[in-house]
């Protein structure tokens, strides 16, 4: 009689690797990467450099002497969370900010708790809040871009920026609006300042389409935040056009597309369940809107994307995945 062998699980196997999603992120960053460059120089290629090289050194030097187990930079999970922190920072940001930030991202949120498949909050997220909060003059010193419609490169606020201090000294949004000479062409195609992922909002819309036609991610998280920022803002506009933007200017400036489509997506960051990936964006579209109309800062994506990390655990307990076999 032939033996029955049993091995232990997975049973079911699939060509599908850590490397090769996190290549296809790379490949689908890279609109905004090379945007990134043509608008704003060697000052992006610098932060780039120094954010991709600090964060692959940082998590070879922690995995052979630290942890002393066998190198993990080969996956590309930390070259692709030194792009994202790039694209997060101003292109004006010192080599050393950065590094600093690389150490907070890879040091502390992801090989604190064990490394890639164990961290709790997005790594370049993370190290963006902790940027933000020890250097806020320098995370805050903005250069509008050599963009599509001729903008020159000199610093001024972001559009979120400006339109907070705006209401805060008596003005309207549409007078802001008319007095900036903002339009949506020039928020879509090339932004008037903020950080370098945000240079071109087209460019990161390809980047989501080439990752959801892969079936790197599923949409839903990405749609769900959209859709509560979309309906969320309609609702404040239409009570006071005057005190509070637009949908669609809440949808095309700062940080939300870029956070949106490849930050909140992140598989160890995000639940598992459909249902519960449409709660955890509409809460991440909810907060970050709270922040932007109610808070002190302009932006709040990167604060809601980490709150609602946070509530990751949770929500895989109340729209747990049923199990395989079970209808």
Not at 75 to 87: C, E, M, R
Not at 196 to 212: N, T
Not at 286 to 297: A, C, D, E, N
Request: proline residues 5%; charged residues 10%.
């Amino acid at each position: 009689m032939d033996k029955l062998i049993v091995s232990p699980s997975p049973h079911l196997h699939s060509s599908c690797s850590t490397k090769g999603l996190m290549r296809d992120v790379l490949i689908a960053l890279a609109p905004a990467v090379a945007v990134s460059i043509v608008f704003y120089g060697w000052r992006a290629l610098l932060v780039l450099g120094v954010s991709v090289a600090s964060c692959v050194l940082l998590e070879y030097l922690i995995v052979k002497y630290l942890l002393r187990k066998s190198t993990t930079v080969g996956d590309l999970s930390a070259a692709v969370t030194g792009v994202l922190l790039a694209l997060n920072l101003p292109v004006t940001t010192p080599w050393w900010v950065v590094f600093l930030g690389a150490l907070f991202a890879v040091g502390v949120a992801k090989m604190t708790f064990g490394g890639l498949g164990q961290n709790v909050f997005n790594p370049a997220i993370a190290g963006r809040v902790f940027l933000l909060i020890s250097f806020p003059s320098y995370m805050t010193h903005w250069e509008a871009p050599q963009g599509l419609f001729g903008v020159d490169a000199v610093s001024g606020a972001t559009p979120l920026g400006a339109i907070k201090e705006g209401l805060m000294q008596g003005a309207s949004v549409p007078d802001l609006m008319a007095q900036h000479g903002w339009t949506y062409g020039q928020m879509l195609f090339s932004n008037i300042g903020g950080s370098a992922g945000e240079a071109c909002a087209i460019a990161i819309l390809l980047g989501f389409l080439y990752l959801v036609v892969r079936r790197v991610i599923k949409p839903w998280i990405t749609l769900s935040i959209l859709a509560t920022v979309a309906l969320v803002s309609l609702l404040f506009w239409g009570i006071d056009p005057a005190r509070f933007t637009d949908p669609l200017f809440n949808l095309l400036t700062g940080g939300l597309l870029l956070g949106a489509c490849f930050m909140a997506t992140d598989y160890v960051t995000s639940p598992m369940s459909t249902a519960g990936g449409v709660v955890y964006g509409i809460g991440i579209g909810f907060i970050t809107l709270m922040i932007r109309y109610f808070g002190s800062y302009p932006e709040g994506m990167s604060f809601a994307i980490l709150i609602m990390n946070a509530a990751v655990p949770l929500l895989n307990i109340w729209f747990h995945q049923k199990k395989f076999g079970r209808a």
